[in-house]
T-cell receptor, first 109, second 113 residues
Framework: QKEVEQNSGPLSVPEGAIASLNCTYS??????FFWYRQYSGKSPELIMS????GDKEDGRFTAQLNKASQYVSLLIRDSQPSDSATYLC?????????FGSGTRLSIRP | ETGVTQTPRHLVMGMTNKKSLKCEQH?????MYWYKQSAKKPLELMFV???????ENNSVPSRFSPECPNSSHLFLHLHTLQPEDSALYLC????????????FGDGTRLSIL
């Protein structure tokens, strides 16, 4: 089992809709959870971090964490073409960060 | 300059060459990292330095040799690489430890002929 698992996509969402990205992780002792956005040919950019169960909102982005289910998600409201990118889930476990393979998101006009 | 800067942005080298990748961070962070990103694979952590001391080496072949002369600079020395080493090499930094969010440089795209 992969330590951090994401659906590779591509996930196609119409402009203006809600994009939902999911991530599961295997280590129950994980403490910190991050979402990074990576445009093609660019480096990952941190967009959200979450440390406790529940929802955390920042603008159009909402991160959701459920430690009991070992599940973290990212919702993007009012999706824009500029949101088209690969989204990487990262989980800190035993003092190191482990990244998922990423989900490619495509926002169609 | 701000953030994390990597040079060169692109590098093409033969298998017998020796080259070095450079990373510099202007964020006042104490931890620096090297990652390898290959197509359709997760980011692979290679090395971690905290306060200039190597704290992690994830079974990386000896043809990759890191160097951290101070908390702002990190190098990756390359020697006798293989074609499968062609990838994007990313440097990152964080405040104190890997549980903090990491800030990435733009990477070096490495191609081995």
């Amino acid at each position: 089992q992969k330590e951090v698992e994401q659906n590779s996509g591509p996930l196609s969402v119409p402009e203006g809709a809600i994009a939902s990205l999911n991530c599961t992780y295997s280590d129950r002792g994980s403490q910190s959870f991050f979402w990074y956005r990576q445009y093609s040919g660019k480096s990952p950019e941190l967009i959200m971090s979450i440390y406790s169960n529940g929802d955390k909102e920042d603008g159009r982005f909402t991160a959701q964490l459920n430690k009991a289910s070992q599940y973290v998600s990212l919702l993007i409201r009012d999706s824009q073409p500029s949101d088209s990118a690969t989204y990487l889930c990262a989980v800190s476990s035993a003092s190191k960060i482990i990244f998922g393979s990423g989900t490619r998101l495509s926002i169609r006009p | 300059e701000t953030g994390v800067t990597q040079t060169p942005r692109h590098l093409v080298m033969g298998m017998t060459n020796k080259k070095s990748l450079k990373c510099e961070q202007h964020l006042g962070h104490n931890a620096m990292y090297w990652y390898k990103q290959s197509a359709k694979k997760p980011l692979e952590l290679m090395f971690v330095y905290s306060l200039e001391e190597r704290v992690e080496n994830n079974s990386v072949p000896s043809r990759f040799s890191p160097e951290c002369p101070n908390s702002s600079h990190l190098f990756l020395h390359l020697h006798t690489l293989q074609p499968e080493d062609s990838a994007l090499y990313l440097c990152a930094s964080s405040q104190d430890s890997s549980v903090q969010p990491q800030h990435f440089g733009d990477g070096t795209r490495l191609s081995i002929l």
